[in-house]
């Protein structure tokens, strides 16, 4: 089967993608409900807070509609999140406009607003950080393999075994003590917005980008030199190398190509992952991200927070891995086939 009956083979194999997309998002929402809101104890008291009155509680159970059956009370949260809800706050009714990830009884505000508030900050910190391991791991990777058996190959293969055990906190108490403490050459992390600062915007981030991205590139290197030195090996290259055809461009135009395809998977992974997982780096360098904010909603027992962050953190890995999908097929048209 080259697609869907009917569809010719790329347009088919978008159409898969987009379908395993959606279920596997929908699983996703299945087992963040049951892990979050069908757990033993008081789900009315938890997602409310300890500071809400006997009254806020019985509320809040009136709107989870803890009284319904599982599956319908499943439907229920699944409908807020693709048509939106309204909730009443005791005095009014307030709207919450899809796609509506609940009510933060914390802070009386939205969870999508909060997250929408803090998305470009995280998003800032994961896209620098993206282009930074990806130049450094894969310029090493490729430079490691050409140089095999050399004194340099061996010094890089133990550069980026280093940095894959080394904590991205330790990474970057290092990196903020020398360069920010002694030598000065960078200033203290402090999150200017891109629309207000260009400039500020990139000179702040830049520890943090080299900080993730010295961790984050050691696989890179690591992944890139094996899939380099298994794809020199394959007989298209040696037919390459017995014609003449020069090293470089070998390297370059060939090898390259056929080695960039497990790299373009886990930066997907990676990328994606950033959004829920820089917990550790925004806590370090003080950054008013998602990761920062899952940390002070965990404090807090913020469940809806927690519950929306969650969520969002899937579909931001679920979409990576979707373009990666598709990125893979524009570089290789045989997958399209699979």
Same mark, same amino acid.
């Given at each position: 089967m080259s697609g869907f009956p009917g &569809?010719? %083979? *790329?347009? $088919? *194999? #978008? #159409? !898969?993608?987009v379908l395993g997309a959606v279920v596997t998002l929908l699983a996703i929402s299945v087992i963040v409900y049951v892990v979050f809101y069908v757990a033993p104890g008081n789900v009315a008291q938890i997602t409310c807070g300890e500071r809400c009155s006997p009254a806020q509680v019985q509320q809040v159970a009136e709107q989870l509609r803890l009284d319904d059956p599982v599956y319908l009370r @499943? +439907? =229920? *949260? #699944?409908e807020g999140i693709v048509a939106g809800r309204d909730y009443s706050t005791g005095t009014s009714v307030e709207h919450c406009a899809a796609p509506c990830l609940g009510l933060s009884y914390q802070s009386d505000q939205q969870v999508t607003?909060?997250? +929408?508030?803090?998305?470009?900050?995280? $998003?800032?910190?994961a896209l620098g950080a993206m282009v930074m391991w990806l130049i450094l791991g894969v310029g090493t990777g490729v430079l490691s393999a050409w140089r095999r058996g050399r004194a340099s190959e061996r010094v890089l293969t133990a550069v980026t075994l280093a940095g894959t055990a080394t904590p991205v906190f330790v990474i970057g108490l290092l990196l903020m003590i020398v360069l920010c403490g002694q030598l000065r050459w960078l200033p203290f992390p402090q999150y200017v917005p891109f629309t207000e600062n260009p400039e500020q915007w990139a000179w702040n981030l830049l520890l943090p980008w080299l900080s993730l991205a010295l961790i984050e590139a050691a696989k890179y290197a690591r992944l890139t030199r094996a899939s380099m030195l298994e794809t #020199?090996?394959?007989? =298209?290259? !040696?037919? &390459? /190398?017995? @014609? %003449?055809? %020069?090293? /470089?461009?070998?390297? $370059?135009? =060939?090898?390259?190509r056929g080695a960039v395809a497990p790299v373009i998977a886990l930066n997907a992974n990676d990328f994606g992952s950033m959004f829920g997982g820089a917990v550790l780096s925004e806590t370090l360098f003080g950054i008013p991200g998602l990761g920062r904010e899952l940390v002070h909603a965990v404090n807090v027992v913020d469940l809806p927070v927690v519950v929306g962050l969650v969520l969002v953190t899937g579909f931001f890995v679920v979409l990576a891995n979707a373009v990666a999908d598709v990125l893979y097929a524009v570089a290789d048209r045989r997958v399209v086939l699979s």
């Amino acid at each position: 089967m080259s697609g869907f009956p009917g &569809f010719p %083979g *790329f347009t $088919g *194999f #978008l #159409l !898969r993608r987009v379908l395993g997309a959606v279920v596997t998002l929908l699983a996703i929402s299945v087992i963040v409900y049951v892990v979050f809101y069908v757990a033993p104890g008081n789900v009315a008291q938890i997602t409310c807070g300890e500071r809400c009155s006997p009254a806020q509680v019985q509320q809040v159970a009136e709107q989870l509609r803890l009284d319904d059956p599982v599956y319908l009370r @499943y +439907w =229920h *949260f #699944l409908e807020g999140i693709v048509a939106g809800r309204d909730y009443s706050t005791g005095t009014s009714v307030e709207h919450c406009a899809a796609p509506c990830l609940g009510l933060s009884y914390q802070s009386d505000q939205q969870v999508t607003q909060l997250i +929408w508030a803090k998305l470009p900050v995280t $998003g800032s910190l994961a896209l620098g950080a993206m282009v930074m391991w990806l130049i450094l791991g894969v310029g090493t990777g490729v430079l490691s393999a050409w140089r095999r058996g050399r004194a340099s190959e061996r010094v890089l293969t133990a550069v980026t075994l280093a940095g894959t055990a080394t904590p991205v906190f330790v990474i970057g108490l290092l990196l903020m003590i020398v360069l920010c403490g002694q030598l000065r050459w960078l200033p203290f992390p402090q999150y200017v917005p891109f629309t207000e600062n260009p400039e500020q915007w990139a000179w702040n981030l830049l520890l943090p980008w080299l900080s993730l991205a010295l961790i984050e590139a050691a696989k890179y290197a690591r992944l890139t030199r094996a899939s380099m030195l298994e794809t #020199l090996a394959e007989d =298209h290259v !040696r037919t &390459f /190398r017995a @014609y %003449g055809v %020069g090293e /470089r461009s070998v390297i $370059g135009r =060939h090898a390259l190509r056929g080695a960039v395809a497990p790299v373009i998977a886990l930066n997907a992974n990676d990328f994606g992952s950033m959004f829920g997982g820089a917990v550790l780096s925004e806590t370090l360098f003080g950054i008013p991200g998602l990761g920062r904010e899952l940390v002070h909603a965990v404090n807090v027992v913020d469940l809806p927070v927690v519950v929306g962050l969650v969520l969002v953190t899937g579909f931001f890995v679920v979409l990576a891995n979707a373009v990666a999908d598709v990125l893979y097929a524009v570089a290789d048209r045989r997958v399209v086939l699979s």
